[in-house]
């Protein structure tokens, strides 16, 4: 189970970090109802500069090394989620909030697995 999961984290993590990548060429991905306008192109680069290194050292740490300093970044990484929940929820932006929050209940439960 825990390899399953871990690989899933892995995933989850990429295509975060990945959505990160994509959000610096296109920020309307980040926000449809916004324009290209310097203020969404600032809020893309700031989101991609979380998500990017973030994302890929959520999802590979795990794969090589275990205990509470991992699973620390785990629940680290589930709140970072979770305030991109808020956010889409309060943007009513249906794909980021679901999507974060599949995120963050899959870093929340590796991380317990990993205590």
């Known amino acids: 189970m825990t390899i399953a999961l871990t690989y899933l984290n892995l995933l989850i993590a990429l295509a975060s970090a990945l959505f990160g990548v994509f959000a610096l060429f296109r920020p309307t991905l980040i926000n449809p109802a916004a ?9 893309a680069r700031m989101y991609a500069a979380r998500a ?3 994302g890929l050292i959520a999802g590979f740490v795990p794969l090589f090394f275990g205990g509470w300093p ?4 785990l629940f ?19 794909g980021m909030t ?14 317990l697995m990993l205590i």
């Open 76 to 94: 680290a990484a589930a709140l970072t989620q979770l305030a991109d929940v808020v956010i889409g929820r309060n943007h009513r932006l249906t």
């Open 52 to 54: 990017v290194p973030f």
């Open 70 to 73: 991992v699973a620390t970044l």
């Open 98 to 111: 679901v999507g974060a929050l599949v995120a963050a209940l899959v870093h929340a439960a590796l991380g």
């Open 35 to 43: 324009g290209d306008s310097g203020g969404e192109i600032f809020f």
